[in-house]
């Protein structure tokens, strides 16, 4: 047994070093002072602050803001609604309609991106609306494949929620609209909350739907992160990597520790 | 409640407009000439690239395999340790994936280039300088980096699933550690490595960036052909539409194939 | 006690295009304390589901008051229900489920504080006030789930197998205490569950159902001592339900040997089911009884004997307080006020 667990230790902690080894090159290297990336030549922040003056990074870093925030309220709407109302329909029609919300998160998402492509040419060449490659679209493709998410996450909280206290609620004198908003949206609004954060980060992760869908003037993050590399090496890369690293460290840790402490203020509380 | 169904309205209007009109566009561009005409000329034209098809299945497939046999395991021993563990676990293993995954890949361009950190500290034993980048291995090698979170994440979620009171019957009934892993562990997870295979296989079939970045220009994709008719110098977005319906048909197929072992109730879970 | 307050004339309800309730008529009096009884499926909670308006029936109709309510929306009707599993409201504490009726009411928080503390009181769960729902045992929630029904002051409160969640010794003591807090009341009970003795300890009338039909109603003297078929005479208690042929008025035939009884107006030469209740049934010597057997099986029940007599080709329960010999010869005998004839149930 004991043999067993070293052995697990061990195994464990190569896959570690495979997932973790090229981050720390990356951000050993986002100090290097040599533009080329093999060789260590002295230690220095002059990435980092060609990083902030680079405007094409710092405008992307606000575009993609900007379509994360917009499109993940919007797929939180439209997707805490459809939840409730999947929940509500029979068993062969809740049925047809969840099987209808795994095409875009099964599908790959080169194909969801060159589509949704061509539904906007086709929109402004053929029928006239005036829709530009911009954060329009953007924001719309982003809304598409978020509201799955928010939908996924919303729907098991429904169904945890015990049927009984919708008609409980209508049974003390609420109306069907006064026992939405008075009890199951409370009651689901964990998971809508993950839902919202979950297409946030998809939507700020997103590259390739974006990449088909974004316009010249309107690029996020990730697209312009492709830019950079394509043209050439860049060791500002190194640098804004390190940074989203600690930045997505930081959170987790905080996110963390707050379950924590909700974990252990709950426990008090049974004691008593 | 009956009323509330009417809740996913928008949703349905949204799915209509923005999935399933532009997955109908791709077959129907399949299907026509420029000027409208019916054709099956794209779909046979699609026949010159049998070669880049089979492989992108082929490095898929052994990404996928590869995925399997390095986080079945990872996942097994995961799912075996106390619930605090295997919360750090879990976060270790995301974290990564919070990272735009075109800098995790750009860090395996640092590692693996003629320069890069490998064949210098290779170098300095007196090896190399050896052939890393602009390979199918790197091709594959970027895949696994870059998929093998999505293999462990849904075979953990089964694994945690499996009633330790299951193995200690099975010993006790006389089965050994191998009895008891061919037995019963093995065919308990089987839904978590049909999910898992989907959800490495169809990324890793269909991606064209990791390609570009690592296989340089000998290692074509799927992903890439499409990516050339719509926004590369070859375009043509009736061939492109075609090979992104072959590419459907591929991704279906391996669905179909691996959902024999699933059903979609437990895939909810498994996504999020 | 005569004023009829709820009165559902023949109700019909679907599921699904199944039949869940047959034409369902009942009346149900002002200040009782009445209780749906029957196995799973008989329609039970789809007859209280209709009176607390989460159900409209298909056919018929429902009066409340003398007043048609079968489309009044729940949040309109002068009643209340206890929800199986309670239902409480996770998000809010002990004092805000209770308040909820209340405050959708818009009364005035003093108002509010003093009714709440009231049916605190109630409901022995003073100082529970600023727990969550989360916290409580089940015999706890219960108690809130009752408080936040009854602070709207309904007419009629409806319990859905309340009890059902709590254990055994808990059970007993809610039976006591709900009896208790109708009295204090004054108000109407309507009662479902599927535990017979439930329902005998504690209802003035029970409704035994069977397949969206009602079998029979009556006190609980009533459908214990004079059960109107074989379903009911089963599902009350154990039973001997034996096939008998009805001779003529106040003479019964089964097991081969003709009995007197106090029934009549069956018919001659009819055939019948025959209830006996198992501690009805005396133990006596070969020679003095009616009928004689071999005793099968002896189990020591706590208060009685649970002996099986095998005699004349049907398997007689028994209760009695005397122990017997497995395998020895007995007497059975049975006075004629204990014997129960009724009509063959339809098949």
Redo the contacts between chains.
């Keep these: 047994m004991k043999r067993h667990k070293g052995l697990s230790r061990l195994y464990t902690g190569a896959i570690m070093v495979f997932l973790y080894l090229p981050i720390l090159v990356l951000i050993v290297f986002s100090f290097n002072r040599n533009k080329s990336r093999g060789a260590w030549t002295g230690f220095t922040f002059d990435w980092y602050l060609k990083l902030f003056h680079n405007d094409a990074i710092l405008s992307a870093f606000g575009n993609t803001l900007i379509v994360a925030v917009v499109s993940s309220v919007f797929a939180t709407l439209i997707g805490t609604a459809a939840a409730i109302g999947i929940y509500s329909m029979n068993k062969w029609m809740g049925r047809a309609v969840r099987t209808l919300t795994y095409i875009p998160i099964m599908s790959p998402e080169i194909i969801m991106g060159v589509s949704l492509m061509m539904l906007f040419v086709l929109m402004r060449t053929k029928m006239g609306v005036p829709i530009q490659m911009g954060l329009l679209t953007l924001i719309l493709s982003h809304i598409t494949f978020n509201i799955p998410f928010v939908i996924f996450n919303v729907l098991p909280k429904l169904r945890q929620m015990d049927k009984n206290t919708y008609d409980a609620a209508l049974d003390l004198g609420c109306n069907p609209f006064q026992a939405f908003y008075k009890v199951v949206i409370p009651e689901i609004m964990p998971g809508i909350m993950a839902g919202f954060l979950m297409a946030v980060t998809y939507s700020l992760d997103d590259f390739v739907i974006s990449y088909f869908t974004s316009g010249p003037t309107s690029q996020t993050l990730p697209i312009a992160i492709w830019g950079q590399l394509r043209r050439r090496v860049s060791p500002e890369m190194n640098a804004l990597s390190t940074i989203i690293f600690v930045v997505v460290l930081l959170a987790l840790l905080l996110g963390n520790l707050s379950s924590i402490q909700k974990e252990r203020r709950e426990r008090k509380a049974v004691r008593i | 409640?009956?009323?509330?169904?009417?809740?996913?309205?928008?949703?349905?209007v949204?799915?209509v407009?923005?999935?399933i009109?532009?997955?109908l566009?791709?077959l129907v561009?399949a299907f026509t000439t420029p000027d409208g005409g019916f054709t099956i000329k794209n779909i046979s034209d699609v026949g010159k690239y049998t070669d880049v098809i089979m492989k992108s299945i082929w490095l898929a497939a052994i990404a996928t395999a590869v995925c399997l046999l390095?986080g079945y395991?990872?996942a097994y021993?995961?799912s075996r340790q106390s619930a605090r563990s295997q919360?750090i676990?879990l976060?270790?293993?995301m974290?990564?994936m919070?990272?735009?995954?075109?800098?995790?890949t750009?860090?395996?361009?640092?590692?693996l280039?003629k320069?890069?950190?490998i064949?210098?500290v290779l170098g300095m034993i007196g090896l190399g300088p050896f052939e890393l980048i602009n390979t199918s291995g790197a091709v594959v090698l970027g895949m696994v980096?870059n998929y093998?979170p999505f293999m462990i994440l849904p075979l953990h979620s089964i694994m945690v699933k499996i009633d330790h009171s299951v193995i200690e019957a099975a010993q006790d009934l006389g089965a050994g550690s191998m009895k008891v892993f061919s037995k019963v562990v093995l065919p308990l997870s089987m839904p978590g490595i049909s999910s898992g295979i989907?959800m490495v296989f169809?990324?890793a079939?269909?991606?064209?960036?990791i390609s570009k970045?690592l296989g340089g220009g000998s290692n074509l994709m799927i992903?890439d052909l499409?990516?050339m008719q719509?926004?590369g110098n070859a375009y043509n977005?009736h061939l492109?539409?075609a090979i992104?319906l072959v590419?459907?048909v591929i991704?279906l197929l391996c669905?179909s194939v691996m959902n024999q072992f699933d059903d979609?109730e437990e895939?909810?879970?498994m996504?999020? | 006690m005569n004023d009829v307050l709820i009165d559902i004339k023949n109700a019909v309800v679907e599921f699904d295009g199944e039949r869940v309730l047959n034409g369902l008529n009942l009346q149900i009096h002002d200040k009782e304390f009445v209780t749906f009884l029957g196995p799973s499926g008989c329609g039970k909670t789809t007859t209280l589901r209709i009176i607390g308006g989460f159900i409209e029936p298909l056919e018929g109709d429902i009066f409340f008051d003398g007043k048609r309510i079968n489309a009044l929306p729940p949040y309109k009707r002068a009643v209340n229900t206890v929800f199986q599993r309670y239902a409480l409201f996770p998000h809010l504490n002990v004092y805000e489920n209770i308040a909820f009726g209340l405050r959708l009411k818009k009364l005035p928080d003093r108002e509010i504080a003093s009714r709440v503390g009231e049916m605190l009181e109630m409901v022995n769960l003073r100082g529970f006030e600023k727990r969550g729902v989360g916290q409580l045992s089940g015999g706890q929630q219960q108690r809130v789930a009752i408080a936040r029904a009854l602070v709207n002051y309904p007419r009629v409160l409806l319990l859905d197998e309340p009890l059902g969640a709590l254990d055994l010794k808990l059970r007993k003591e809610m039976q006591g205490e709900l009896k208790r807090i109708q009295q204090a009341m004054e108000i109407t009970f309507i009662y479902v569950t599927h535990d017979q003795e439930e329902a005998l300890t504690m209802s003035d009338r029970v409704v035994v159902m069977k397949d969206g039909e009602i079998q029979q109603i009556g006190t609980p003297q009533d459908i214990y001592n004079e059960p109107v078929n074989a379903f009911v005479a089963d599902f009350i208690g154990e039973s001997n339900i034996i096939d008998g042929i009805m001779i003529h008025d106040f003479l019964v035939e089964f097991c081969g040997v003709r009995f007197e009884c106090v029934d009549k107006g069956f018919g001659e030469m009819q055939r019948v089911d025959v209830v006996v209740r198992p501690e009805d049934v005396k133990v006596v010597s070969p020679e003095e009884g009616q009928l004689s057997g071999v005793v099968e099986s002896i189990l020591f029940k706590g208060v009685h004997y649970e002996i099986t007599v095998g005699a004349h080709g049907f398997r007689w329960i028994i209760h009695s307080t005397l122990p017997q010999e497995v395998g020895s010869f007995v007497g059975l005998r049975v006075i004629p006020e204990d014997i129960q004839i009724m009509h063959k149930m339809e098949e």
Excluded: C, H
């Design positions: 409640m009956s009323k509330a169904k009417y809740a996913a309205l928008p949703y349905l949204w799915m407009v923005f999935t009109i532009p997955m566009l791709i561009f390095l395991p990872l021993i995961l919360q676990g976060m270790l293993i974290l990564p919070w990272m735009s995954f075109l800098l995790r750009f860090a395996w361009m640092t590692l280039e320069t890069g950190v064949n210098r980096y093998l989907t169809v990324p079939v269909s991606t064209f960036i970045m992903g499409i990516d719509f926004l977005p492109g539409s992104s590419l459907m991704v669905m979609s895939m909810e879970g996504l999020i």
